[in-house]
C-alpha cells in the first residue's frame, strides 16, 4: 500500500513563507512526476506545481516567480517553496504523484490527504 503524507502547511501573514513536504510510502518501484494541487473553498481543485523524475518544473501563472517545486527521488519526497504569500493562495494543498507499484507496469494515481494554508491580510 502506498500513502502520501503532507506536512507544513499553517496560518502565515500575506508577504511571508511556508514550506510544505509530502512524503511517499510503501511499496513503490517508482515515482514519475509528483505535483502539488490546491483548492479553496468553493472552488475547484487546481495544479500549482508539477516536477517529474528528471527535475523538470512547472508551475502555474499565478504561483510562478514566488513558488518552487523540489523533490528527493532517493527519499520518495518532494516539497513547495511558498514566498511572498498572498490571501489568494490561501486553500488545502494536496501532493499528488504517479507511482509505479510491484506488479504494476503502469503509474496509478495517489493523494495525500490534504494540508491547509491560509494567508491573512
Known amino acids: 500500500q502506498v500513502q502520501l503524507v503532507e506536512s507544513g502547511g499553517g496560518l502565515v501573514q500575506a508577504g511571508g513563507s511556508l514550506r510544505l513536504s509530502c512524503a511517499a510510502s510503501?511499496?513503490?518501484?517508482?515515482?514519475?512526476?509528483m505535483d502539488w494541487y490546491r483548492q479553496a473553498p468553493g472552488k475547484q481543485r487546481d495544479l500549482v506545481a508539477t516536477i517529474t523524475s528528471g527535475g523538470s518544473t512547472n508551475y502555474a501563472d499565478s504561483v510562478k516567480g514566488r513558488f518552487t517545486i523540489s523533490r528527493d527521488n532517493a527519499k520518495n519526497t518532494v516539497n513547495l517553496q511558498m514566498n511572498s504569500l498572498k490571501p489568494e493562495d490561501t486553500a488545502v494543498y494536496y501532493c499528488n504523484a504517479q507511482i509505479i507499484v510491484p506488479g504494476r507496469s503502469y503509474a496509478s494515481n495517489y493523494w495525500g490527504q490534504g494540508t491547509q494554508v491560509t494567508v491573512s491580510s
Open positions: 510503501g511499496s513503490i518501484i517508482s515515482i514519475k512526476s
